[in-house]
């Protein structure tokens, strides 16, 4: 491999593209072809089905990088990934095989920053304005944490239930960065995750957004898999 990967950049519950921004754009700076695409959160299988959309879009090699329940979606891709040659997880899922979102998050108390979710009557869960801007997104500006929160983009509850299949970690180098202070997934889960997958890892002082709080961290990462996927 000799030119550079595409990036694609796949956002969680409760965000949309826009939350990858500062990342993008220094991405872009270096010159890395970049897609964020908005991704509906309407169940796990159109998510997957948005995303292997979108890898069919690039036009060679792609890194993936996700965050949060968008980890859950790039594992889902399974053994089947086209044009995939790396996957970066920022403090996101990345589950095993037969596991499930809900079945990991309720084998210890709620996280602050999702104890009180709102589930809708057409089965959407939406985070409390104090929730998302103290905890889901608390050492963010509450500025711009505010208008992050004017802007969440509701899951479907039934993600939580999903069964994994064969994860795309078993088949793709991975890097992983968890963020110590997350108050959304527990920063002792994303270790997990990091270790079987026998991914390479970083640790930063940031709260569950790093890509909006530690935009150079997760830039750094990203770019530090794009390099290394050249040299395979």
């Known amino acids: 491999m000799t030119a550079r990967p595409n990036i694609v950049l796949v956002h969680g519950a409760w965000a949309d593209g826009s939350c990858w921004s500062a990342v993008i754009e220094r991405l872009q700076a270096d010159g890395y072809n970049v897609t964020a695409p908005q991704f509906p959160e309407t169940s796990l299988a159109a998510d997957v089905a948005r995303l292997r959309q979108v890898l069919a879009r690039q036009d060679g090699p792609t890194l993936v990088t996700g965050h949060s329940y968008g980890g859950q979606i790039m594992t889902a891709l399974g053994t089947d990934a086209p044009n995939v040659v790396g996957l970066v997880y920022i403090a996101a899922f990345g589950l095993d095989q037969?596991?499930?979102?809900?079945?990991?998050?309720?084998?210890?108390?709620?996280?602050?920053?999702?104890?009180?979710?709102?589930?809708?009557?057409?089965g959407f869960a939406w985070l409390p304005e104090d929730d998302f801007v103290n905890h889901f997104a608390g050492d963010v500006d509450p500025v711009k944490a505010r208008v992050?929160?004017?802007?969440?983009?509701?899951?479907?509850?039934?993600?939580?239930?999903?069964?994994?299949?064969?994860?795309?970690?078993?088949?793709?180098?991975?890097?992983?960065?968890?963020?110590?202070?997350?108050?959304?997934?527990?920063?002792?889960?994303?270790?997990?995750?990091?270790?079987?997958?026998?991914?390479?890892?970083?640790?930063?002082?940031?709260?569950?957004?790093?890509?909006?709080?530690?935009?150079?961290?997760?830039?750094?990462?990203?770019?530090?898999?794009?390099?290394?996927?050249?040299?395979?």
Do not use: C
Not at 206 to 232: C, F, I, K, N, W
């Open 148 to 232: 992050m929160y004017a802007v969440q983009q509701a899951l479907a509850a039934s993600t939580l239930e999903d069964v994994m299949g064969v994860p795309a970690w078993k088949s793709q180098p991975s890097w992983y960065l968890v963020a110590e202070n997350d108050e959304a997934i527990p920063p002792d889960a994303e270790r997990q995750f990091a270790s079987r997958m026998g991914a390479s890892t970083i640790e930063v002082p940031s709260g569950h957004v790093a890509m909006v709080s530690h935009p150079d961290a997760v830039t750094q990462l990203t770019e530090t898999a794009a390099q290394a996927v050249l040299q395979r």
């Open 98 to 122: 037969g596991e499930t979102i809900g079945g990991l998050l309720a084998q210890g108390p709620p996280t602050p920053a999702l104890a009180h979710l709102d589930i809708d009557k057409e």
